[in-house]
Structures are given as structure tokens and as C-alpha cells.
């Protein structure tokens, strides 16, 4: 199989222009999920759909060491490659690793002025340019509002969209409109928010928030291999 027919068949295309695309620059997106759900899987997913579009995809963890990251790409990359039985699996992993660069931070002392200084390192070496950035872990606390704010005008200047995984803490908690307590008071910020509700057929991707061309893709996370398809 060529790249561009894994690109084409990728059920994260069913949301909007495809995975790659759903943000503009400046913008965030949120997935949504209880812990072990797979919010993570859900992410690096969305990672690889911009990788093998050939964008270089910043991923930032706040939890989970470097080699713990790497480790969640190769997994869920040999799972695809299983899946649509690829032939050139190797080429393709050598191909795309070149455009992903893996950062990890202590999540209760991530600032937006240390984020900067570390990608002013990048660029100014030209080492790595960002074009799609991913936070992992981001604690949100009473004080997110204000560091968001900070991070969208640094993602609006770069620019890149950024994409956040987001932990609830029980199934019920909900503010205004459906949309988790823990959000809702900086929902307004996000541009589509992704919701992962385990479901006993596997684990049900319900879209909470969307923006113009982007609807229900009506999809699930495979409880064996936690890949995206359709339902």
C-alpha cells in the first residue's frame, strides 16, 4: 500500500478535511477521556495522520518520559501497519520520524515562557519548525485560562494549531451544554473538542464542539488495538 492510499483510507478523514487539517493555525482542539480510555492513543493518531502528510509534528508530554512517547508510536504505527498490511512499513517509519520531535516538561511547572525559549532553540538552529503541536498532560487547574490565553498567541505567531489531551475524572461531570466541568470554564478557547466514551462495543468518539466543516464521523477506538475506525 502507498502512503497516500493509508492517508485516504485514515477514518480520521471522516471528520473534516482530514486529521491533518481540522485546525487552523492558532486554533486548539481537545480529546477528551477518563484515564486509560485512550487519550493518548487517540493523539498520537492524529500525530501520524500529519506525519505522513509530511507536516513535523511537535509532541509535548507532561507525563510520560521520551521513551514512553516513542514507545506509543511504534505501537500504534505497527498496529496500522498490521491493519492495512504494509509493505514498506520500515521506509515509511524511517520516513516519518524525520518530521517528529518529542518534548516533555513537569506538568506543574509548564510555562509558556520556558515552551518558548525551547522552540526558539529549535528554530533559530533550524534544527525543527513546528507545524502541528500536541500537549499530553496539561493539568487544568483554575489557572489554565491564563496560560492558554499566553499559548494561543505564541501558536497564532509561530503558527501552528495545537491539539490538548484533557483528563475527566468521572462520567457525570458535565457543565453547560454537555461539555465536562473541567473544560467548560475554558471551552470558549477551543475550536472542536473530541470526547472518548467507553462504551461496551468499544470506545464511542463523540465530537462535543465543532466548527464549519466539521461533523459526527461516527467513529470508535478498537478496544484490542485502541485504533480509530469507523462504527
Not at 487552523?24 to 493518548?40: C, E, P, S, W, Y
Not at 514507545?71 to 492495512?84: A, G
Not at 489557572?143 to 475527566?168: H, Q
Request: a negative charge.
Amino acid at each position: 500500500m502507498l502512503k497516500k492510499d493509508l492517508i485516504f483510507r485514515n477514518p480520521l478523514r471522516l471528520i473534516g478535511e482530514g486529521a491533518a487539517n481540522i485546525l487552523d493555525d492558532g486554533q486548539f482542539g481537545a480529546v477528551l477521556a477518563r484515564a486509560g480510555v485512550g487519550k493518548t492513543s487517540f493523539l498520537v493518531q492524529l500525530a501520524l495522520d500529519s506525519l505522513l502528510r509530511g507536516k513535523n509534528v511537535l509532541h509535548i508530554s507532561l507525563e510520560q518520559p521520551v521513551k514512553k512517547v516513542c514507545l506509543w508510536y511504534e505501537e500504534v504505527f505497527r498496529n496500522i501497519s498490521k491493519e492495512y498490511r504494509l509493505d514498506n512499513n520500515n521506509e515509511l517509519w524511517e520516513e516519518i520520524l524525520t518530521h517528529r520531535f518529542i518534548m516533555t516538561f513537569n506538568a506543574e511547572r509548564f510555562r509558556v515562557p520556558r515552551l518558548e525559549e525551547r522552540l526558539a532553540d529549535l528554530t533559530e538552529q533550524g534544527i525543527f519548525f513546528p507545524q502541528v503541536v500536541l500537549i499530553d498532560g496539561l493539568i487544568f487547574d483554575d489557572g489554565v485560562r491564563d496560560l492558554l490565553s499566553e499559548l494561543k498567541l505564541v501558536a497564532r505567531e509561530a503558527p501552528f494549531p495545537v491539539w490538548f489531551t484533557i483528563k475527566i475524572r468521572g462520567e457525570d461531570e458535565s457543565g453547560s451544554g454537555g461539555v465536562p466541568s473541567v473544560i467548560s470554564h475554558v471551552s470558549d478557547l477551543f475550536d472542536i473538542m473530541i470526547r472518548l466514551v467507553s462504551e461496551v462495543k468499544g470506545v464511542h468518539v463523540e465530537l462535543l464542539k465543532s466548527k464549519e466543516g466539521v461533523s459526527d464521523p461516527h467513529l470508535v477506538l478498537d478496544p484490542s488495538t485502541l485504533l480509530i475506525k469507523q462504527s
